[in-house]
């Protein structure tokens, strides 16, 4: 079954430390998103794709890192100079960047640091 | 800057009713699109329906319409004969058509459906 899998569901680290966020898509689509989501917020983008070693600025870029290495992967980087990294990420897949194409979205990873 | 404003922070619905969720956005460009997605308690977001700006037709699909009306930036969304299974949190995004590629969201409406 095509899909996106994100990895672990839960994960949990101390303040200071950098976490890797897993994202893997079986599509084949071009373009990947990150997003996040906090309490009564909508999602937010962080970093999306359009192609593998490409990747552009979201509206919350900062203290976040990614890479596009292959087409079917994209992690994320949460790095101690996020200020507040504990919330919800959602990666997901879309077959362009174009408007109209459908984003396909991950089951997400809750991030608790503390 | 594109906004999506959704007014109703929670709804609620009797099982095999109509139900409709509101949706404002503001923009200034004449195309885009527009969704709405769906995240039931799992959590994992799901395309409901989408509508193109050029379009008049309201879009359709099964027991969900809209009735997107472009002079008033206004997206929202019906959902008939009301189904246990339609729980969930729903938001309104925003998309232009061009030159810019996210999704521009609202922060949701929580809808229970009550058997």
């Known amino acids: 079954d095509g899909g996106i899998t994100q990895s672990p569901k839960y994960l949990f680290r101390k303040e200071g430390q950098n976490v890797t966020l897993s994202c893997e898509q079986n599509l084949n689509h071009d373009a990947m998103y990150w997003y996040r989501q906090d309490p009564g917020q909508g999602l937010r983008l962080i970093y999306y794709?359009?192609?593998?070693?490409?990747?552009q600025k979201g509206d919350i870029a900062e203290g976040y890192s990614v890479s596009r290495e292959k087409k079917e992967s994209f992690p994320l980087t949460v790095t101690s100079a996020q200020k507040n990294p504990t919330a919800f990420y959602l990666c997901?897949?879309?077959?362009?960047?174009?408007?109209?194409?459908?984003?396909?979205f991950g089951p997400g990873t809750r991030l608790t640091v503390t | 800057a594109q906004t999506v404003t959704q007014s109703q922070p929670e709804m609620s619905v009797q099982e095999a009713e109509t139900v409709t969720l509101s949706c404002t956005y503001d923009?200034?460009?004449?195309?885009?699109?527009l969704f709405w997605y769906k995240q039931p308690p799992s959590r994992q977001m799901i395309l409901v329906i989408r509508q193109e700006a050029y379009k008049q037709q309201n879009a359709t699909e099964n027991r969900f319409s809209v009735n997107f009306q472009k002079a008033a930036k206004s997206f929202s969304l019906k959902i008939s004969d009301s189904q246990l299974g339609d729980a969930a949190m729903y938001f309104c995004a925003y998309r232009f058509q061009g030159g810019s590629e996210k999704l521009v969201f609202g922060k949701g409406t929580k809808l229970t459906v009550n058997p």
């Open positions: 923009t200034s460009e004449s195309d885009y699109y």
């Open positions: 794709s359009q192609i593998v070693n490409d990747f």
């Open positions: 997901a897949s879309s077959r362009s960047t174009g408007g109209w194409d459908e984003q396909y």
